[in-house]
């Protein structure tokens, strides 16, 4: 663990509190790729693709809002690459995002946001489960076309970090995140034997896998990889988000009994 992370339980409930926010992935209701003009689903306006953004065409009984200003008649919707990106709210209290010629539409009181309870997590091992790795930077990896981010994006591949897990030596393809507090981050994309079991066993994790971040060194180095701190990818709450397959030499074959498993309702049935 850095300095800079939280510790187990902080980052247990910091997760549980992520899920359900109004920007949490279990808000999201709708992720339209607009390429022509057209409605999206369930908000008011015709949505076009526009340079640095979509365009929303609206009339004030629509009460659709840009930037704090009621839309009637056309105005640009700034995406997520602009300098400072356009914020949209709705009727009903739903809000809109853009990144770059999509639609995202969020609703903080969605059925799936009243349904979660926790995400589930393996019971943490006595003394923490932490395995010392080497990472090797690597130039001109190419990414698989399914190692993708979130929204679809292709992710860029940074190295490998070979560990041994429960007896078993890995080498693993890494990929760069975002910063978190200011410092790189490399993210695992894996995959492990609690995978590929049904969702009620109660030794099952998601089976599209889970990501593990790690603090970039600064050129080859040693890391730690703490699979306590395992996570559950947005898709795992929301089909509106893009799943990435992690690749084959990332499906670790030992269960890795840590971390998140699933998000749950109150009676502990997965949602999703």
């Known amino acids: 663990m850095s300095a800079a992370e939280p510790d187990l339980s902080a980052h247990v409930a910091a997760r549980d509190a992520w899920a359900r926010s109004a920007r949490g992935p279990l808000a999201l209701v709708n992720a339209q790729h607009v ?23 609206a009339s004030a009984s629509d009460g659709v809002v840009v930037d ?20 949209v709210a709705f009727a009903d209290g739903l809000a809109g995002t853009v990144q770059g010629s999509t639609l995202r539409v969020w609703d903080p009181t969605s059925d799936a946001v009243s349904r979660f309870a926790r995400i589930d997590r393996f019971a943490p091992r006595s003394g923490g489960w932490v395995t010392v790795g080497r990472y090797e930077p690597r130039s001109g990896l190419e990414a698989p076309g399914h190692l ?13 970090v070979e560990t041994t897990v429960d007896g078993v030596p890995v080498r693993l393809t890494a990929v760069r995140s975002a910063p978190f507090h200011g410092r790189p981050r490399l993210q695992l994309i894996v995959q492990d034997a609690t995978s590929s079991l049904p969702e009620d066993d109660p030794g099952s994790s998601y089976s599209m896998g889970r990501f593990l971040y790690l603090d970039e060194p600064d050129g080859a180095g040693d890391v730690a990889l703490d699979w306590e701190r395992l996570v559950l990818p947005p898709c795992a709450f929301s089909y509106q988000y893009a799943c990435p397959v992690p690749p084959e030499e990332n499906r670790i074959p030992v269960a890795l009994t840590a971390g998140e498993r699933h998000p749950v309702d109150a009676a502990g049935a997965v949602l999703h």
């Not at 993708?148 to 490998?160: E, K, N, Y």
Request: charged fraction near 10%; hydrophobic fraction near 40%.
């Open 68 to 87: 704090g200003v009621p839309v009637d008649g056309t105005v640009l919707v700034a995406g997520d690459t602009a300098v400072v990106p356009s914020t």
């Open 35 to 57: 390429d022509r003009p057209q409605p999206v689903w369930p908000v008011a306006g015709q949505w076009a693709p526009a340079p640095g953004g979509l365009t929303v065409t």
């Open 148 to 160: 993708t981010d979130a929204a679809g994006d292709p992710l860029p591949v940074a190295g490998t």
